[in-house]
């Protein structure tokens, strides 16, 4: 989906886009926000603005402050197979029922 250059600048931009939404929602200035997160105005502001030299850490910082981090414990989650998954769980290994009965 975000492949290239162009999606991954959109991605960005639609995360800084959502990060305004949400600060405003809780009304709260750039530089009030910037503060909790330990940044200054400016380096907030280019977060907003989908800036990809921002640290993951900054983001989550921010998504933890908006109570969002739930999403991202499945960031690069690796993806379930259902059929693969029914196929390790049927082909588990058994313990055998009883003892073995002795030759004499």
Do not use: H
Not at 49 to 68: D, E, V
């Amino acid at each position: 989906m975000f492949n290239n250059k162009n999606g991954i600048e959109s991605l960005l931009l639609l995360l800084g886009e959502r990060l305004r939404e949400a600060r405003l929602a809780r009304n709260e200035s750039q530089e009030l926000f910037a503060q909790r997160l330990g940044l200054t105005r400016q380096s907030y502001s280019r977060m907003e603005k989908g800036s990809p030299q921002t640290l993951i850490g900054n983001w989550l910082a921010a998504c933890s402050i908006l109570g969002r981090l739930d999403g991202w414990q499945e960031v690069l989650a690796p993806k379930e197979d259902l059929f693969a998954k029914f196929e390790k769980k049927s082909s588990k290994r058994q313990r055998a029922g009883g003892r073995r009965k002795k030759m004499t």
